[in-house]
């Protein structure tokens, strides 16, 4: 057992420890020395993101009798999760100021959240899978509600109660492949499940634990709560909720797609039908909003549609796909939340109250407008390159999926309607008479928002490494 | 000399002149500015000159940018692949010259944000550039989204500046356009702007739906995972695949050419952007349409391209005859040159649907001709437009008087436009007709496409009308102190004449080329 | 009548159903918290059915309904407190009143 924490849990026991040092600090040290917990979750991220070169990956790794798993898959993943993690943590300076008493713990639950999430790829049954699932929301509970105020409260409410109806869901679902299987665990049900004849209890078993799971996507039937936990949360907060448990879940998603979900037909053309409605509801949805948050919410949700797609395709090479999208696409988001980030002391949410900031404030808005372009798919931005491949993946799974591919492509331009509705005000001139604030980022803000727009621009130019190292990994899953 | 001749240098120079224009380095005054940039559009109308020098039909100029010694997305076979052969020389000489001449025109009509009216003005010849150029798809693909950028912000932009609002015009009546505030314009711009990018990026995202399924198919077909144009020529796909390809690379190439009913972003674009703009708008980037189809569907899928040529033919005549008509209702000037570009993109199909060489050479040939009218009227109107504060042909009249040497310059190009001989127009006119008569279509098609285009030229007398009523008689007193051309835009309307004039004596010169 | 498995399991799938309907339509936030209890019971009802019955079973499925519970716990908690910050300000229990968002 000893064995197994030094050969793949290092960074996660190396968190686990600052997740204790920041409970600990929160009950000894006083309020007025809140600028450190920061400090303290990015040296502890930092620490986790080293320790992950000593993680064990080939040959796979089970540990704590098959509960959980390692491998290049796994590690690419928490990798992803700690970088986005030490990126929001970066960004939640403004926030903690508003909270001094409650920073450390504040911090203490963002690092359990990022260790949920790591551990929620890793996990190889459904006992363990659960549980995580359940750390990873019960943080993000919590970290919505931190903030001040009711909206806050009400946010998080409403998240929980979806949740918690699509834990339920899982659950039952995990119940019926329990009784059909005979276990828990998802490499003994893949055996079992490619020995025997595909059955209606099967399918219907899958459904439900794929429905149970994405409900954290923002996904058709659980996925109202997006647009409520979007308005009422702190942008460094959201910054987190649009990537880290997207990451996690994602990761998770494709492994129980194509291990033990993979013999059921239904649960393909169920999911493409899902992921068809969700890209419909939310593209339509956020034509009528002017709330940028609202905006960036329904665009989470139809990204998360398109990923969804191709991942229900499963194959190697829509796998790949998959993962590259993913990883621009947290970047890009990243940087969107960022910059709401930097202004939000300064503005309320609303498309209308940006109008000719970027007169007074270029490299700042600049790079805000090039994320919000690379969500829009345009070149020479990783966005571009991302659609391209995705689509390219799912165009070549079959003329049956085509016309779900050309109602994507149409909800598209639906998209790129009101992301133009974040972007044109930007450049909008204003009054003489209104004053357009300059913005003052700290140097973390700054850090954040350059870095990410660099690695988007970046990967726009030259993809071909990222594109490699992705399917690398989808072949070694 | 041939080694200093490189494809990514004519594409991307203006790209990295572009963003030294953005960036804080340059200077922000404003004739350095215009004369930097005229000088460099300048250099880079030489620089195609010296390609179209050396250039060999037989051994079109190829090259492909290696990203440390790799294609650029290997996995899905995207090589970052250029190549020039002779119909893509002519379009590229076309795009830097029409471009040398909007920077001209530039002068007057662009009073604010100079540095980032330049910037973008660069951007979109660099991605233009791209789209004639690319040898892969996805490169393709990628220039034609990356154009929308720039030509929105060009559309939409603020160039008017703080403008002295006229007053002794608006008091007497008049039409819809006519001397309208400068926010209302301004907001008019932005709007048609948006609606050019909603309507191309719906087209584009149907285009890239069928190049996806060609490069999938390709790959079915052929086994090699690649998108360049070479092997997907030499691919078999099956059929009613090719049909299905057809019909989305269609729908995206004909929001942008425009056919029929995709066409009603391209009149309040075209009225509503700068006149450099609309000069490059309508010269230019509905040329992108044109060789998009011809690229696509006129060489790659040869089998569904000679099922879906008569039906195209079809829209090409409606295409033809319908906005003649519409254009003769406008009594906007630009609007009435904007809809004489859709029915002159209409014979361009035309010559395309043909699918034989005199077809080809044909629409190759009224693609220069076009461009060439297209940018001396969107002049013309951009002129008058100017010095007498409104484009309404019931509100303008006798301008003649005070505009002499404008007058003739607009005369001639009216003539031309409408296919008088010994200008370029008329060449592609009766070589259309020619291609049409020998082509594959049925009799009675072949009947209404041949009698269409005369019926081109009758409908033309909406021009006839646009210049009686403009030019010819009684001088309103306000119009009286206008000024004639001044020596910019006497560079940019000779320039265009006489380009009409050689192309029009010498054909043999251009359609040597295109066979 | 003997009672078989599949008794129980439609006993589970009834409470399961019971609940799910019940968290989506009723008005009152504490009976959305008690419908979300009885899908739970639901889904334990079925774990400790099939390792109950199925003889090849481990304890898996002890383990998982005994987890739910616990988790079930805590998530009730949660949302209780929550509850109780909302409740100080609107003083309703109506779930349509939490409308501010």
Known sequence: MLNDIFNILLPQISLAGFIILQLVLSMVLSPRLYRYARLISVLGISLSIILLSTVQTEPQYFAFKNSIMSDSYTLLFDFLILVCGFLVALLTRQHIKTIKGNAYTFQAILLCAIFGAMNVISANDFLTLFVLIELLSFSTYFLIASAKGYHSKEAAFKYLLTSAVSTGVFLFGVSYLYGITGSINLSQIYEIVMSQPPSIMYSISAIMIVLGVISKLAVFPFANWVIDVYKGTETSVLAFLSTIPKLAIFGILCRLLVFPLSNSFELTYAVAIIALITALWANTYAVKESNVKVILACSASANSSYVLLAACLVSVYNLSTVIFYLMCYVLMNIAAFAFLNICSDKHDMNAESFKGIFYNNHGLTGAYAFSIIALAGFPITSGFIAKIYLFTAIASSGLRFIPFLLALLILTVVALFYYLKILLPLFERCDKNTEVPVLTPVFSQKFVLVVTTAITLIIGIYPEKIIELCRFIAYNI | ?515 | ?101
């Open chain 3, 1 to 101: 009548m003997e009672i078989t498995m599949y008794h129980y399991l439609s006993i589970g799938l009834l409470l399961f159903l019971i609940g799910l309907l019940g968290s989506v339509i009723v008005k009152n936030v504490i009976k959305v918290l008690i419908s979300i209890e009885i899908m739970l019971l639901g889904v334990n009802i079925n774990f400790i059915t099939f390792a109950a019955f199925c003889d090849n079973m481990k304890f898996d499925g002890y383990v998982i309904s005994l987890f739910y519970v616990g988790l079930g716990a805590v998530e009730l908690a949660v949302a209780l407190y929550l509850f109780y910050l909302m409740y100080q300000k609107k003083e309703s229990d109506c779930i349509e009143r939490f409308n501010e968002l």
């Open chain 2, 1 to 515: 000399m041939e080694k200093l001749l490189s494809i990514p240098f004519l594409i991307f120079m203006p790209l990295v002149v572009s963003m030294f224009v953005i960036s804080p380095l340059f200077t922000k005054n404003e004739i350095v500015v215009r004369r930097f940039s005229k000088s460099v559009f300048g250099f880079h109308f030489l620089y195609s000159i010296l390609m179209l020098a050396f250039f060999d039909p037989a051994n079109p100029y190829t090259s492909q940018i290696h990203f440390f010694g790799l294609d650029w997305v290997q996995s899905v076979g995207i090589k970052f692949a250029f190549r020039i052969d002779n119909i893509s020389m002519i379009l590229v000489m076309l795009t830097s010259f029409v471009f040398l001449l909007s920077s001209f025109a530039s002068k007057f009509n662009i009073r604010a944000n100079h540095k980032f009216y330049y910037s973008m003005l660069f951007l979109l010849e660099s991605a233009i550039l791209g789209i004639f150029t690319s040898a892969d798809m996805f490169v393709f693909f990628l220039f034609w989204e990356l154009e929308l950028i720039p030509a929105y912000f060009l559309i939409g932009g603020k160039w008017k500046g703080i403008e002295v609002k006229p007053t002794n015009i608006s008091a007497s009546g008049g039409g819809k356009w006519k001397g309208s505030e400068t926010e209302d314009e301004e907001k008019r711009a932005q709007n048609s702007a948006i609606k050019f990018v909603l309507f191309t990026f719906s087209g584009s995202m149907v285009m890239l739906l069928g190049i996806l399924l060609l490069h999938y198919y390709n790959f079915i077909s052929n086994g090699i995972l690649s998108a360049s144009f070479t092997d997907i020529n030499a691919s078999r796909i099956p059929e009613y695949i090719q049909n299905i390809i057809a019909v989305c690379l269609l729908i995206g190439f004909g929001v942008k050419l425009p056919i029929i009913p995709l066409h009603t972003w391209l009149p309040d674009a075209h009225t509503n952007a700068p006149t450099p703009v609309s000069m490059i708008l309508a010269g230019i980037l509905l040329k992108t349409g044109a060789y998009g189809i011809f690229r696509f569907n006129y060489e790659t899928l040869p089998d569904a391209f000679i099922t879906i040529a008569p039906i195209l033919a079809i829209f090409a005549i409606i295409n033809i005859i319908y906005t003649a008509f519409v254009a003769y209702a406008q009594t906007d000037i630009k609007r009435i040159v904007a809809y004489s570009s859709i029915s002159n993109m209409g014979l361009i199909l035309l010559g395309l649907c043909a699918i034989n060489r005199i077809g080809l050479s044909a629409s190759v040939f009224h693609m220069v001709a076009h461009a060439l009218v297209t940018c001396g009227l969107f002049m013309v109107a951009g002129i008058v437009y100017l010095r007498c504060k409104t484009r309404d042909i019931n509100t303008l009249s006798g301008i003649a008087v005070v505009m002499p040497r404008l007058f003739g310059f607009a005369t001639v190009i009216v003539l031309a436009s409408i296919g008088i001989p010994a200008f370029a127009p008329f060449v592609s006119e009766i070589l259309t007709i020619l291609g049409a008569m020998q082509a594959d279509f049925s009799d009675v098609l072949k009947f209404v496409s041949v009698f269409s285009l005369p019926l081109l030229i009758i409908s033309s007398c909406y021009m006839l009308k646009f210049l009686h009523k403009s030019f010819f008689g009684e001088l309103p007193a306000e119009f009286e102190k206008v000024n004639d051309i001044t020596v910019h835009e006497f560079i940019v309307l000779a320039s265009v004449l006489a380009g009409l004039i050689i192309f029009g004596i010498f054909p043999g010169t251009l359609l040597g080329m295109v066979g």
